[in-house]
């Protein structure tokens, strides 16, 4: 492990955070197009750009790298109950809301006081199951399960960690062992990718880096990562065909296995580059970030929301100002609520998990050993 700083101490990237509200804007984007356009034109091609199938795997590579960064590289203690406190208050509070939020308006034209009953007190709509996030059971708010991931691989997380600490080269020959057994670990690997970023973060971002042979090969890598990253829409295009299928399926790869890997490149080149970085920490794209997971978790509910009302205009006579109109409306909602989101219910509970973590006793703590 390389010797840290004396002066270190914990940082904030916000060059990261701007990634992540680029990825969240790519989901929000393709789902305003299929939801809009699945039907009327081949949207294969938009998907190249606005992939938002696999940007999601940008966000479980980078929780690794950001849930790991403080531990494994600053050597921050890392106590399990307190971490785990911290995770459910970040992701819990602003879902809860979006999935109520989709379970009433999903029985909006029959809402009445015996619904309300049969959802919350009687759970006949398993509502609850739902809501606790924990397992696949996504019927009201559709893109929950890669929330479900999100908090899986946060409730493991402290395990890949101790594993990082212990010996950083662990964890690449545990990501190998992940793609042997398949996916039955939920996408864990993804998040490890991300520790793998945090642990050779110095050499990473060291001048040195340009001297390895990944460096010198560094254009091949990342345009194999782009279509690595748009494997997906290129099946979509021109299907690999039923032997690489029945290969892929009994070895227990899917797409989101190459997609970690693309988004792995991706997460390295951005932590290398200053240029890269100069570019995402633009005030806007750093805002965006802020307010990336409340993007992610309202633009659904918000496009069908305004689809509904909206829709008799794309068919009217001017089809193309009305799309451009309800683009706009899409878009400026979405930002709206996101921030109201972030402001009013992300900062506080964030805010709350941090006094109750700091009233609580110590449990089981993983710090690395001093030499």
């Known amino acids: 492990m390389p010797t840290i700083p004396a002066n270190n101490s914990e940082k904030h990237f916000k060059y990261l955070d701007s990634a992540r509200g ?48 403080k531990y494994v590289i600053l050597g921050a203690p890392l106590d399990i109950k307190k971490f785990y406190v911290s995770r459910v208050f970040r992701l819990f509070p602003a879902y809860f809301l979006i999935v109520l939020w989709s379970a009433l308006y999903a ?117 194999a990562s782009f279509v690595l990253f748009s494997i997906r829409q290129i099946d979509a295009i021109s299907p690999l065909g039923p032997s690489y299928k029945y290969l892929a399926g009994y070895l227990g790869i899917d ?13 390295v080149a951005i932590l290398h580059s200053k240029g890269a970085q100069q570019f995402l920490e633009n005030r806007v794209l750093v805002y965006l970030g802020k307010i990336s997971y409340g993007v992610y978790l309202v633009h659904v509910v918000v496009i069908n929301t305004v689809y509904i009302y909206t829709e ?21 909602a979405v930002l709206l609520v996101a921030t109201v989101l972030h402001y009013c219910v992300e900062l506080p509970f964030m805010r709350l998990g941090k006094r109750i973590t700091k009233r609580m006793k110590p449990s089981l703590v993983i710090q690395r050993e001093a030499n």
Request: with cysteine; proline share 4%; glycine share 6%.
């Open 107 to 223: 029985y909006k034209d029959e809402l009445s006081l015996q619904t309300i009953k049969d959802m919350f007190i009687f759970n006949k709509y398993e509502f609850w199951e739902e809501a606790f996030l924990l397992h696949f059971h996504n019927k009201f708010y559709y893109p929950g399960w890669t929330l479900t991931l999100e908090m899986v691989g946060s409730f493991l997380m402290p395990f890949y960690i101790a594993l990082a600490i212990k010996n950083r080269k662990l964890i690449p020959w545990f990501i190998v062992a992940m793609l042997i057994i398949g996916n039955n670990l939920c996408f864990s690997y993804m998040f490890a990718f991300g520790i793998v970023a945090s642990c050779y973060y110095y050499e990473i971002t060291g001048i040195s880096f340009r001297e390895t042979k990944w460096f010198k090969y560094k254009y091949p890598i990342l345009l």
């Open 22 to 69: 680029i990825a969240a804007l790519m989901v929000f984007g393709s789902h305003f197009i299929a939801r809009t356009f699945q039907e009327k034109m081949n949207v294969h091609y938009f998907f190249f750009v606005f992939n938002g199938n696999d940007a999601v795997s940008f966000f479980f590579v980078l929780s690794g790298f950001v849930l790991s960064y």
């Open 312 to 332: 008799p205009y794309l068919s009217g006579p001017y089809p193309t100002r009305s799309f451009i109109l309800i683009t706009l409306l899409v878009i400026a």
């Open 255 to 267: 797409f989101f296995t190459y997609t970690g890997i693309a988004c792995f490149v991706f997460l």
